[in-house]
Each structure stands twice: as C-alpha cells, then as structure tokens.
C-alpha cells in the first residue's frame, strides 16, 4: 500500500473550499427520481442526466471529486466524449460506487447489511486501472425503539472495513459511509448516542484491519433528530451536537469529514453546514465538506424534468447549490 499517495489523494478530494458530488444514484434509486418527475425511466434518459451534470459550466470551482455509477463509467456525451475524460479534464477527480445495495440482515429482518465484497479486489484493479482514485461504500442503519442492533452495527462495520482495506490496497481512497438514518421518531440525542455508537465500531474495525485513516473519507450523517420528532431542533444545536459527537468518537488523523445529506432540504443541509464552519472551523482537526447528492441535484432535476430545453437552467441551478456549499465550507453561505 503506497499511504503517501493515499494520503496525497485524500487531500486533493478535500482541498481548499471544495467538495463532494455524490451522482452515483444506483438505477433503482435514479428511476424513482425521474419517475416522481415523470421523466422516462430508460438508461438513455440517465444518460442525459448524467450528461446535463458532467456538462455543467463551473463545476469544477465547487466540486473536487465526483462519485460516479457503474453505468455512467461507460457512458458519453452526444457528440461522444466519455464523461470521465469530461471530469479528468476539469480536474474533478472520478469516484466510484462500489457497494451493490443492502439486503436484509440474516435473522434481523428489520436491518439490512450492504453487499458487494465478493469480487471486489479485481474490480478494483480494473477501476484504478480506468483513472477512478477514490471509491464509496454506504452502510445503513435504521433507528427504531430497539434498532440498532449491535449485531447489525458489528457486521456493517466489519465490512465497511473489509472494503477500505480493499480499496487502499489498490491505491484508491476509500469513502466510508455508515448512514444513520432520519427516518423516525427518535430525538436529537437518540440520533447522537447511536451515531457515535457506529462510529466507534466503525474506526475499531478499520483500525483491527489496518486501514490507513489519513488515506480515507469518513462520510457521516448529521446528528439530527428524526424527521418525525416532535422537537426540530434548531441549526445552532444541530451543529453543536454533530461536532461535540465527531470530537468523541472521530480521529483526529482521518483525512477528510464529508457529510451526506440524507434527505435534509437543500437550503438546511447547506446552513447546518455553515454553522459547524462558523463556531468550530479553526477547532476541527480535519477538513469538513460535502459530499451531497439530493441536497445539490434535486432542485436541477426538477428544473430540468428530462427535457432539453432545461439543460442550461438546470445547470445553472446545479452548479448553484454546489457554489452554496462551497461558500458554507468558508462559513459565507447566506440563504
Ligand atoms: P444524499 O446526499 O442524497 O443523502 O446522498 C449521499 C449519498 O451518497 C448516499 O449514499
């Protein structure tokens, strides 16, 4: 394992003001997307969407890295450029999502485990070999009255280690992302004792596998309360409580902190940003960015509805919300 390259990579995804763009929605997820918005659930039509983000004009100011699909590697432009060259010519670095989506849990009906681990040090070989430097694997983690278990939080620890380690032996930086999700009843505090509950796991296990922390991502949920708690607490707490539970459970050697949105409107997940930047930027031992998929391509998607005529107001609505978080990483961002 080259950890100065991995080291290297993970601060070119974290630079300067810049962050994430999570466009790896798989197939199903993307479907249910466009079929919400009435836009024709074919690959051509994901294709066009793809082709409208690679496309847009100054990307590449806000956005460092962009995760990518397994069907979007293969795919071009209407003049046939490949969308990788697009990104590697703007200098946005290519990603890959590596997981193949989560299965119920044996004997833990109301949990699920993330599949993929069969196979995936050749894929590897063949994704670094293709110029993709960095990966993401997402684990999922449902709050109920007795949810999570810690079976369920062991064994997505376990392999979202297994897969770090796999990624880092082929020179690609691994995004790990155990979502909790806001799915729920629970408290604001109910979603911080269990998000640091899965944190720990999380680093024993990376740490047990040897996983070299300056060469990864950690990409985390936000400490929120669930979406049907009563009690909606206000950004100052959500900053203060999200920060306060990553000083406890997040070493200070990982390479970068870049949040997922999780379902949080645009214009919030954006400010709760700001506000962590704003009270703790100097404090925090690691870069802290985005690394959003809904809460940055929403609002393009429903501007653009698959139509062709609303590829540049779409665009223009894209790079946007990416220029929003951008201002947020700098703690500037004013709705
Ligand atoms: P959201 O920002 O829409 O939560 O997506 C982030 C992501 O990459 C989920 O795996």
């Not at 994430?20 to 051509?44: H, Y």
């Not at 690679?54 to 450029?81: C, K």
């Not at 993330?114 to 993709?132: A, F, K, S, V």
């Amino acid at each position: 394992m080259n950890t100065q390259e991995l080291k290297n990579l993970a601060e070119r995804l974290m630079a300067t003001d810049k962050g994430l763009l999570a466009m790896d929605e798989s197939t199903g997820t993307c479907n249910r997307r466009f079929k919400a918005l009435g836009i024709p659930q074919t690959e051509e039509y994901r294709r066009k969407y793809r082709q409208m983000i690679v496309t847009t004009p100054h990307l590449e100011e806000s956005i460092s890295g962009a995760i990518l699909f397994e069907e979007t590697l293969h795919q071009q432009t209407d003049d046939g450029q490949s969308f990788l060259t697009i990104l590697k010519e703007k200098d946005i670095i290519p990603g890959i999502k590596v997981d193949q989506g989560t299965i119920p849990l044996s004997f833990f009906p109301e949990e699920t485990i993330t599949e993929g681990l069969d196979g995936l040090n050749e894929r590897m070989i063949g994704y670094y070999l293709m110029g993709l430097r960095f990966a993401k694997w997402r684990a999922v983690i449902h709050i109920d009255s007795a949810l999570p278990t810690k079976t369920c939080i062991a064994a997505n620890a376990f392999t979202l280690a297994r897969y770090a380690a796999i990624c880092q032996q082929a020179g690609i930086v691994p995004i790990v992302e155990p979502e909790v999700l806001m799915e729920g009843e629970h408290t604001l505090q109910t979603c911080a004792a269990v998000t640091q509950d899965v944190l720990k796991e999380v680093f024993n296990a990376l740490y047990d596998q040897k996983v070299c922390l300056e060469g990864m991502i950690l990409k985390p949920n936000m400490i929120l309360p669930g979406l049907n708690c009563p009690d909606q607490s206000d950004i100052e707490t959500i900053a203060q409580q999200t920060i306060r539970s990553f000083f406890k459970v997040v070493p200070a050697a990982v390479g970068g902190v870049a949040f997922l949105s999780g379902g949080q409107s645009p214009v919030l997940a954006t400010e709760r940003l700001n506000m962590m930047q704003l009270r703790y930027g100097p404090q925090l031992p690691w870069p802290l960015t985005f690394s959003f998929s809904r809460a940055i391509q929403q609002p393009a998607l429903e501007i653009w509805k698959g139509n062709d005529k609303n590829v540049s107001a779409a665009q223009k609505a894209l790079a946007h919300r990416a220029a929003c978080n951008r201002a947020a990483r700098r703690a500037e961002y004013h709705p």
